[in-house]
């Protein structure tokens, strides 16, 4: 037997619960584009974005660590695959959709800059007069234009839905803009359930990599709730930190954090009375959501962590480096376009031209940037 979309869809109904959505009831796509066979619309949207030049690049973009400092800290890309698996956990506990979560995990950070939060802060300001930059418009501009994979139309073509979870995105770092989505709605359960599971991995693997550079302390740590919390859990209380005891108290932070979201979101849902998508997306707060406890321990790590990890100096020596870097490429590139590869002066000439030397930038790698940067501002460097 050969499970046919049809098929699919009737199965997603019956596992889904009533405010989990449905691929059948997607607004569908701006332009025409025939469902497939095989998979649902939801699960041909994560194939699409899986395969963008976008998401590759990924694996070379950084989110604290620069590139130089090693192969072993999380990436975008490495961070998007953990944001997906914690959504899709997330997403089967509650009976939402995880194709759509899935989908709008795997695309939430496609448009982040080479350099991290460093990068998209130094593109901000250059882009002020120019209207501005933010890597959730970015995403949505990488999908909707930029990628160039089919010959009826730009971009991917993706669900309504898998957009309005992209310009939904909302953590403590992510303010969304969703306009021409909605904006008198909420995110749908499977946004919201997106935006819960960024933050859960971005604390607990900035944790686990601050740890491991050595830029934490565990003395320091002692004063945390969280930390103590987390020692009691495993059984664990000594001055030196092994690499096998790091791992446990990082998988128990996921679980303990997953675990409080499902009783936490339980309860939201209960109280809202939804009993449908629409429903959910009206009702007046987010449904996904932590315990006051947990919302105040996690406070305190992301303070602490803001204090002697973002702000550790060769953090901030790195992040001042990267700005630079890439006020440098914006600078020479805008002063001089001929200097751009010729695709790129084409489009400079035919579209806005700062915006298009923005997406150039943004669309590079740590390591292509710093590359680019050693090409044109090294006299001995190859050009």
Same mark, same amino acid.
């Given at each position: 037997?050969?499970?046919?979309?049809? %098929?699919?869809?009737?199965?997603?109904?019956?596992?889904?619960? &009533?405010?989990?959505?449905?691929?059948?009831?997607?607004?569908? +796509?701006?332009?025409?584009?025939?469902?497939?066979?095989?998979?649902?619309?939801?699960?041909?949207?994560?194939?699409?974005?899986?395969?963008?030049?976008?998401? +590759? +690049?990924?694996?070379?973009?950084?989110?604290?660590?620069?590139?130089?400092?090693?192969?072993?800290? =999380?990436?975008?890309?490495?961070?998007?695959?953990?944001?997906?698996? $914690?959504?899709?956990?997330?997403?089967?506990?509650?009976?939402?959709? *995880?194709?759509?979560?899935? @989908? $709008?995990?795997?695309?939430?950070?496609?448009?982040?800059?080479?350099? !991290?939060?460093?990068?998209?802060?130094?593109?901000?300001?250059?882009?002020?007069?120019?209207?501005?930059?933010?890597?959730? +418009?970015?995403?949505?501009?990488?999908?909707?234009?930029?990628?160039?994979?089919?010959?009826?139309?730009? !971009?991917?073509?993706?669900?309504?839905?898998?957009?309005?979870?992209?310009? /939904?995105?909302?953590? @403590?770092?992510?303010?969304?803009?969703?306009?021409?989505?909605?904006?008198?709605?909420?995110?749908?359960? *499977?946004?919201? %359930?997106?935006?819960?599971?960024?933050?859960?991995?971005?604390?607990?693997?900035?944790?686990?990599?601050?740890?491991?550079?050595?830029?934490? /302390?565990?003395?320091?740590?002692?004063?945390?709730?969280?930390?103590? /919390?987390?020692?009691?859990?495993?059984?664990?209380?000594?001055?030196?930190?092994?690499?096998?005891? =790091?791992?446990?108290? %990082?998988?128990?932070?996921?679980?303990?954090? %997953?675990?409080?979201?499902? *009783?936490?979101?339980?309860?939201?849902?209960?109280?809202?009375?939804?009993?449908?998508?629409?429903?959910?997306?009206?009702? /007046?707060?987010?449904?996904?959501?932590?315990?006051?406890?947990?919302?105040?321990?996690?406070?305190?790590?992301?303070?602490?962590?803001?204090?002697?990890?973002?702000?550790?100096?060769?953090?901030?020596?790195?992040?001042?480096?990267?700005?630079?870097?890439?006020?440098?490429?914006?600078?020479?590139?805008?002063?001089?376009?001929?200097?751009? &590869?010729?695709?790129?002066?084409?489009?400079?000439?035919?579209?806005?031209?700062?915006?298009?030397?923005?997406?150039?930038?943004?669309?590079?790698?740590?390591?292509?940037?710093?590359?680019?940067?050693?090409?044109?501002?090294?006299?001995?460097?190859?050009?």
């Amino acid at each position: 037997m050969i499970y046919l979309r049809e %098929i699919l869809e009737d199965l997603e109904n019956k596992r889904l619960a &009533p405010y989990g959505f449905r691929s059948r009831d997607s607004k569908g +796509r701006e332009y025409p584009d025939p469902e497939r066979e095989y998979r649902t619309a939801f699960q041909r949207d994560r194939d699409r974005i899986i395969h963008t030049t976008a998401f +590759r +690049r990924l694996e070379y973009k950084t989110q604290v660590f620069v590139i130089t400092e090693g192969d072993y800290y =999380r990436t975008r890309l490495t961070h998007t695959l953990e944001v997906a698996q $914690i959504g899709r956990t997330i997403a089967r506990a509650l009976g939402a959709n *995880e194709d759509l979560v899935e @989908a $709008i995990c795997l695309a939430h950070d496609l448009g982040h800059t080479p350099f !991290g939060h460093a990068g998209e802060h130094a593109l901000s300001e250059l882009m002020s007069d120019h209207g501005g930059f933010d890597h959730n +418009r970015q995403s949505l501009r990488i999908v909707t234009t930029l990628e160039r994979r089919f010959p009826q139309f730009p !971009g991917l073509n993706l669900t309504y839905e898998v957009r309005e979870g992209m310009v /939904k995105h909302e953590t @403590a770092y992510d303010i969304s803009d969703a306009q021409g989505y909605d904006p008198e709605k909420r995110g749908n359960l *499977e946004a919201q %359930i997106a935006n819960v599971a960024d933050e859960t991995a971005y604390t607990a693997h900035d944790l686990d990599d601050g740890l491991r550079s050595g830029l934490l /302390k565990i003395n320091q740590l002692q004063e945390l709730t969280l930390w103590q /919390k987390l020692k009691e859990i495993i059984g664990w209380d000594a001055d030196e930190l092994d690499d096998i005891i =790091r791992h446990q108290i %990082i998988r128990r932070l996921i679980g303990i954090e %997953i675990s409080d979201v499902l *009783e936490s979101t339980v309860l939201a849902l209960e109280t809202s009375g939804a009993q449908s998508v629409d429903e959910l997306q009206l009702h /007046k707060e987010n449904v996904v959501v932590q315990s006051e406890s947990f919302i105040k321990m996690n406070h305190e790590l992301k303070d602490f962590l803001f204090a002697n990890m973002y702000r550790h100096f060769r953090v901030y020596r790195m992040q001042i480096k990267a700005e630079h870097i890439l006020q440098n490429l914006f600078n020479a590139y805008t002063e001089n376009p001929g200097i751009l &590869p010729a695709e790129v002066q084409e489009r400079a000439k035919n579209g806005e031209f700062h915006r298009v030397i923005c997406d150039y930038i943004a669309g590079m790698t740590d390591r292509f940037a710093l590359d680019e940067h050693s090409r044109l501002f090294d006299p001995q460097a190859a050009l």
